[in-house]
Antibody
Framework: QVQLQESGPGLVKPSQTLSLTCTVSGGSISSGGYYWSWIRQHPGKGLEWIGYIYYSGSTYYNPSLKSRVTISVDTSKNQFSLKLSSVTAADTAVYYC??????????WGQGTMVTVSS | DIVMTQSPDSLAVSLGERATINCKSSQSVLYSSNNKNYLAWYQQKPGQPPKLLIYWASTRESGVPDRFSGSGSGTDFTLTISSLQAEDVAVYYCQQSGTFGPGTKVDIK
């Protein structure tokens, strides 16, 4: 079955760029029909959708984060990535990668905690 | 931007009793092209990622117990747990596309 796994630094300094990668196993990103997403959850808070990418490279971002977010895909590695620039303490959160089949997000990674601190 | 609201913020229900969570969207989530409501429900337990329970407002995800059901159309939706079990203690979120509701915490009374 398809599984997703986030990877990347757990600590990022303020003003720097947060970079995470999601590796998809058990299925191909290029198979189509799914939107590969990033979602975050601030400690003790609700879920915030960051954006998604289709295997073709088409993207859609949360308007509130759009100026700082880039999501890219590497179909040869079966991975997609998140870059969030100019981070502050407000970007400290658990970051999830997930598969959205446009009716619901049916597969989630376990999540990775990213702390923004000097 | 679509805003999703949920009520109540939290509720406590006796084991075996019914739990009802409401979700309201600021805009209709009904797509006329296919007559589907793009509204999903998730369950999240502490330390775990969310789990998809219901999609298209009322279609139960594979493997989800049938005590979970979803209803509604347009802007108003409901998640019902017909007979609350101990393992149902969690936070429940509704979602439409890029927006999640704030969540409803369900506990045992």
């Amino acid at each position: 079955q398809v599984q997703l796994q986030e990877s990347g630094p757990g600590l990022v300094k303020p003003s720097q760029t947060l970079s995470l990668t999601c590796t998809v196993s058990g299925g191909s990103i290029s198979s189509g029909g799914y939107y590969w997403s990033w979602i975050r959850q601030h400690p003790g808070k609700g879920l915030e959708w960051i954006g998604y990418i289709y295997y073709s490279g088409s993207t859609y971002y949360n308007p509130s984060l759009k100026s700082r977010v880039t999501i890219s895909v590497d179909t040869s590695k079966n991975q997609f990535s998140l870059k969030l620039s100019s981070v502050t303490a407000a970007d400290t959160a658990v970051y999830y990668c997930a598969r959205d089949r446009r009716g619901g997000i049916d597969i989630w990674g376990q999540g990775t905690m990213v702390t923004v601190s000097s | 931007d679509i805003v999703m609201t949920q009520s109540p913020d939290s509720l406590a229900v006796s084991l075996g009793e019914r739990a009802t969570i409401n979700c309201k969207s600021s805009q209709s989530v009904l797509y006329s092209s296919n007559n589907k409501n793009y509204l999903a429900w998730y369950q999240q337990k502490p330390g775990q990622p969310p789990k998809l329970l219901i999609y298209w407002a009322s279609t139960r995800e594979s493997g989800v117990p049938d005590r979970f059901s979803g209803s509604g159309s347009g802007t108003d939706f409901t998640l019902t747990i017909s007979s609350l079990q101990a393992e149902d203690v969690a936070v429940y979120y509704c979602q439409q596309s890029g927006t999640f509701g704030p969540g409803t915490k369900v506990d045992i009374k």
